[in-house]
């Protein structure tokens, strides 16, 4: 399976979160909170070994997590 990217964004005209795949023409899923959106990414991100980007309401990346094999990962220092 190809690694994919996930992304989390907020809808200005929809004033909802969705979860969208890179190469993705539409969201997978929507979500009214932010929070259900990340964990709905963070299961999509897991399953294609690929990352997660989280995006605040003015599309800034706020976050992002990386699931997949790699060889040299940075220190976290969030958790």
Not at 10 to 26: C, E, I, L, N, T
Not at 27 to 36: L, M
Not at 46 to 66: A, M, T, V
Request: cysteine-free.
């Amino acid at each position: 399976m190809a690694k994919k990217n996930v992304h989390i964004t907020y809808s200005k005209d929809s004033k909802d979160w969705g979860v969208k795949s890179q190469g993705a023409h539409r969201a997978a899923s929507r979500h009214q909170t932010k929070a259900e959106a990340t964990q709905a990414g963070r299961e999509i991100a897991r399953n294609n070994k690929g990352e997660l980007f989280i995006h605040n309401k003015d599309n800034k990346i706020s976050d992002r997590d990386s699931y997949g094999n790699d060889p040299f990962p940075p220190r976290d220092r969030k958790h």
